[in-house]
């Protein structure tokens, strides 16, 4: 495939690997945080681990917008399916993401209609076919999927559908790394933003970092090769003591973002007061809802949500792991109490999250697995 | 990276002795993850059917029972077949349910003998599709040379059923003396497979249309019991087969390693996968390992014979994309590593449930 | 987060100027372009796909300056094997 698989070939690696141990002061220990879950998924999925030097440590960041939604609106989210006037449309990563009472394939179960779709829109297709249906779309996602559903509720209202409607849960990445930065346990070297949210919000907005809290960030490409020379361009600008947005990702990424997208999201959401994250609290300005001119497409408006508000459970220590500060498998109810079967944190939840990725794919010892694999 | 710390080897063993621990279903209800062929339906089989029926032929947890009777040794399977669209690119349920009881019985290294065939039929469901589908059905047995000698039809009303589920079960007779199950793995071992992955999984997500994508792709449904047969005629060394289904690749690889207590070893860059199965996998986000095929299989055979099992695999229609996919050694037993195209090295674990398309 | 493949414009739909026919490993999908009005993508062009919405369209002389770099830093990485295997026979 093009522009995925020159970005995963082994001999570059390795000499990228050559070069980023070369530039590691004896002695020192780095710590960069991924902030996005898609490069936790990728550091995983091809063992990147495995070509970086002993003292470069990867902390695994909140950029999971399925791991961040809290308990009380995944209950809230069932409460609108359980009606029976009601077909609630969702990203196949929500459906394991467990509420008090069970996920959505749980609920299910007990008689909602929960369907999977691949985007927005087919949920508005839905809707089209099923005039008598309520269709409430289960909205998740940072800055990248947020302008596709702006997208959608726009032509929703263009088309006058008036059985549609958004469950809006949209969150922004800014306040999260924010909200980290402010964490006085906090020891990390630097950033690899995210680059997809960042082909919607460009590089500018990560400018405070260096500014403020001295810290580089390198906005990183999905494929193994790009995450490896955003480590590098880190480690360079530590060695040189300098301290910067870079952007890694230009293929994709605009210095500026996306205009058109930044529009549509104004046109259609406002920042919400504050928004409860699972694992990391309640978050000033961090999330999007429905502006009053669209309330017509609000689930929230449309149907009385409860708002139920269920406490993170007491014995798990997400917020911790999501700042860097344990280790997943330092949690206490890691991979005993919480399984990615049986989830209790956000970190588990999803297959990104960074507990369900080390649960995955790491919780062996790198060395040992590594002997194994080429033994022959 | 560093070898763990006391500490954290300490929670590693502590979780690898709770994966050990004999499975509970936690959930009141049945979900859908519990029919994926992951974890979840791992647990309900072990948990209530083996549970309950416990005996010393069901416990391996083969394709097929095999038994003695008189001088004559069998083998015995049934599978149920819901898939939905009932017709789909390059078969429908009825071929599908002929070809997946002649391949759990062919694996098993028996030659299929005779079918049964149940139908449970939704009121109101067209005529014309039964015919359609029986014909294939009745087609499929030819290619596969067996016969449907009895069967059962039962119908529901309307909005009970989706229009048509089939049972059928199949009897077959053992000729050789390979003792084959995945428990007999060993380190130095070869694993292979026939083909191509993932086709069928791939082509029933699209077929049901809600993803609005189109691919020139086709399920892979095929009867094994000949390509089979050439495999074990060519080679004494086979250890075991397994048709790649529910689950697809990845987690037969996952129960040769349990069973056996090995690890598999896989090398991603020699795993077949069509551009398009790629493709498509990419933009739903779902690894093709975990994808179901229907004329796949997985064989497990004697590393120094893995070159002539290899050639009389591809010897045949059927297997003319076989690969040597990956190997068996001893530790750490109970695992699945793959080697990365990229170089690294990360471990292949059951899913819980089906795999999801995902945004993130 | 957010899962974004490349993927290549094949057409623009005549009826629906928002939708281009987008083709990912042979495998093809309508893909909304909506978000991409101040710079429309042509047939050939390349596009990065996100839950059915292209985000972006791929740059390719900056992903042909990035695959630059990362030769480079192979030949250097080469060369310095090389030199390493040299002043071992010496």
Redesign the interface.
């Known amino acids: ?4 698989d ?2 995963r ?1 082994a ?2 690696a ?3 690997s ?2 980023i141990t070369s530039l590691c002061e004896p002695g020192r220990q780095y710590k960069f945080m991924e902030v ?3 490069h936790t998924h990728t550091i995983y999925k091809h063992g990147l681990e495995d070509y970086l030097p002993e003292n470069i440590q990867l902390v695994h960041g909140p ?3 399925v791991c961040v939604i809290p308990m009380g609106r995944v209950d809230d989210a069932i409460h609108i399916a359980r009606r029976p006037d009601v077909l609630m449309t969702s ?1 196949g990563d929500m459906m394991r993401v467990p509420g008090s009472g069970g996920n959505f394939f749980d609920s299910n179960a007990e008689g909602t209609n929960i369907r999977m779709v ?5 949920s508005l297709k839905i809707a089209r076919q099923n005039p008598d249906t309520q269709v409430v779309f289960m909205a998740i ?2 800055e ?2 947020t ?2 559903t702006a ?1 959608t509720v726009l032509r929703a209202a263009e088309e006058g559908l008036e059985n549609f409607s958004v469950f809006c849960n949209h969150v922004t990445i800014i306040p999260a790394i924010k909200a980290i930065l402010d964490s006085p346990d906090l020891r990390l070297d630097g950033f690899l933003g ?4 960042s ?2 919000i460009g590089c500018r907005p990560y400018e405070f970092i260096p500014r403020d809290y001295s810290r580089p960030v390198v906005v990183a490409g ?1 494929e193994p ?1 790009d995450i490896l ?1 955003s480590i590098y361009q880190l480690m360079v600008q530590l060695r040189e003591g300098r301290c910067e947005v870079e952007n ?1 990702y ?5 210095w500026d973002g ?4 930044l529009r ?1 999201i104004a046109q259609v959401m406002e920042l919400r007061p504050y928004f409860e994250w699972r694992g990391l609290g309640f978050i000033s300005h961090s999330a999007m809802r429905v502006k009053d001119s669209y309330a017509d497409f609000d689930a929230e408006r449309r149907f009385a949500v409860p708002g139920v508000r269920v406490a993170d459970p007491k014995a798990c220590q997400c917020g911790e792991v999501l700042k860097g500060v344990l280790k997943p498998w330092e949690c206490k109810v890691f991979g005993t109490a919480c399984t990615p079967e049986t989830p209790i944190g956000t970190c588990m939840v999803s297959p ?1 999250g960074a507990c369900a990725a080390y649960y995955n794919f790491g919780r062996f010892s790198r060395q040992r697995v590594r002997e194994a694999s080429h033994s022959s | 990276m560093s070898a763990p710390t006391d500490r954290e080897q300490q929670v590693l063993d502590r979780i690898d002795k709770a994966r050990r621990r004999r499975a509970k279903v936690r959930e009141e209800r049945v979900t859908l993850a519990h029919g994926s062929g992951g974890k979840a339906t791992q647990t309900l089989v072990e948990a209530i059917f083996l549970d309950a029926f416990r005996n010393p032929l069901l416990e391996p947890l083969e394709d097929a029972a095999t038994f003695t009777a008189g001088e004559t040794r069998l083998a015995l399977t049934t599978d149920s077949f819901v898939v939905s669209p009932l017709f789909f690119p390059g078969g429908d349920i009825g071929d599908l349910a002929v070809n997946g009881t002649v391949n759990d019985l062919a694996v098993s290294g028996a030659r299929p003998l005779y079918l049964t065939a149940g139908f449970i039929l939704e009121e109101g469901f067209g005529i014309e599709d039964l015919v359609r589908i029986v014909h294939s059905m009745r087609d499929a047995a030819e290619r596969a040379g067996v016969d449907v000698v009895t069967g059962d039809t039962k119908v529901v009303q309307r909005g009970k059923a989706d229009g048509c589920y089939v049972n059928t079960a199949g009897v077959g007779v053992l000729e050789h003396s390979h003792a084959l199950g995945v428990a007999t793995a060993k380190p130095g071992d070869a694993v292979l497979v026939s083909g191509p992955i993932g086709e069928h999984g791939v082509t029933i997500m699209l077929a049901r249309g809600e ?6 792709l086709e399920s892979d449904t095929a009867p094994l019991n000949g390509l089979v047969a050439d495999l074990l005629g060519a080679v004494d060394g086979v250890r075991a087969m397994r048709d790649a289904t529910r689950g697809g690749v990845a987690t037969i690889l996952n129960e040769v390693a349990k069973a056996a207590d090995v690890a598999v070893v896989v090398d991603e860059n020699a795993i077949p996968v069509r ?2 199965v ?3 996998s ?2 739903l ?1 779902i690894d093709p390992m975990y994808v179901a095929c229907e004329g796949r299989m997985v064989v497990v055979v004697d590393g120094a014979q893995a070159d002539a099992a290899l050639a009389a695999l591809r010897a045949h229609p059927l297997g003319e994309g076989a690969a040597k996919i990956g190997r068996i050694v001893d530790d750490p037993p109970g695992l699945v590593l793959l080697n990365t195209a990229f170089g690294g090295t990360r471990i292949v674990d059951l899913l819980v449930g089906d795999p999801l398309p ?3 | ?8 414009v094949i057409e623009i739909l005549e009826d629906r100027p928002d939708l281009a026919r987008v ?8 893909i ?1 372009i ?5 710079d429309p993508p042509v047939p050939g062009d ?1 596009i ?6 292209a ?2 369209k ?3 002389q ?2 042909a ?3 630059e ?3 480079s ?2 030949k ?3 060369d ?1 094997l090389a030199a390493l295997q040299e002043s071992r026979i010496d």
């Not at chain 1, 230009?250 to 605009?254: E, F, K, M, N, Q």
């Open positions: 495939m093009r522009f995925v020159e970005f070939d001999e570059k390795r000499a990228l050559a070069k996005c879950g898609g950029g999971c917008p990203f691949y985007s927005p829109l087919d996602g940072f990248t999927t302008p596709s997208m995210p680059g997809h949210v082909t919607v999905f090769l020379q890694q230009s293929r994709v990424v605009p996306n205009i058109v997208a549509a990104e | 993803l609005d994508i189109d691919a020139d551009d398009e790629r493709g498509a990419e933009l986000g995902r945004i993130c | 987060m957010c899962l974004g493949i490349p993927g290549e083709s990912v490993s042979g495998v093809k999908r309508a909304n909506g978000l991409l009005t101040d390349w990065l796909i996100h839950v059915g919405f985000l972006s791929i740059d390719e900056e992903a300056a990035a695959l770099f990362l030769e830093i192979g250097a990485y080469e310095e």
